[in-house]
């Protein structure tokens, strides 16, 4: 599958996941919230000829409207990676909308789209940042009435890609939030 095409299913799947939260009953449950994730982050490396995996973690607060539209802004560091020529350390700032499908009384489908800032350290070469469109898909889990948990997969595009690095990055990770 082309990087194009790639793109492109992130986008729709992202659109579809959005979609399902409008057709859901609006629920009365609104407000601030708060949370942490961690993640495995995957990117290419060296032109695309390899794949890395690194540890990431997630810090992100927001305000839910109701059951099915929420704003969200994050922090979130993806990790260290080595490639043949050098080591970049990538951390992020966003702003998403997102929109959630409820799927009875404690689960829910959820579809984020948003805005990044990147900043990536190559180690003993500089720094470079770049701004670009976030993209995931989750599920969450009411635990209580006001802690969840919540696994999502993310897209992180145009990122940095001096020294070989990619262009995108690729985020599975598992996250408890905090209601007040």
């Known amino acids: 599958m082309t990087k194009t095409n ?6 729709a799947t992202a659109i579809a996941a ?3 939260g409008s057709g859901a009953a609006m629920a009365a ?5 708060i ?5 495995k982050a995957r990117q290419s490396v060296d032109g695309g000829a390899l794949k890395r995996n690194s540890d990431s973690y997630g810090v992100f607060g ?7 539209w929420a704003v969200e802004a994050a922090y979130t560091d993806l990790g260290k990676v080595q490639g043949s020529a050098i080591e ?6 966003s702003l998403d909308g997102i929109a959630r499908a409820p799927l009875g009384k404690d689960f829910g489908l959820y579809g984020r789209v948003g805005v990044a800032h990147y900043e990536r350290d190559f180690t003993g070469a500089g720094d470079a ?3 670009g469109l976030k993209l995931g898909v989750g599920v969450d889990y009411a635990l209580t009435q006001n802690l969840a948990l919540r696994t999502e997969l993310t897209r992180y595009n145009n990122l940095p890609t001096s020294y070989g690095l990619g262009k ?3 985020r599975l990770g598992v996250g408890l939030s905090y209601q007040f």
Not at 35 to 39: M, P
Not at 62 to 68: D, I
Not at 88 to 93: F, G, V
């Open 62 to 68: 927001g305000y839910r409207f109701n059951s099915n």
């Open 129 to 131: 940042s770049a701004n």
């Open 6 to 11: 790639k793109t492109k299913l992130w986008a």
């Open 18 to 20: 959005l979609s399902l």
């Open 88 to 93: 970049a350390k990538t951390k992020t700032y």
């Open 29 to 33: 449950d609104q407000g601030f919230y």
């Open 35 to 39: 949370g942490g994730d961690l993640a």
């Open 168 to 170: 995108s990055v690729d």
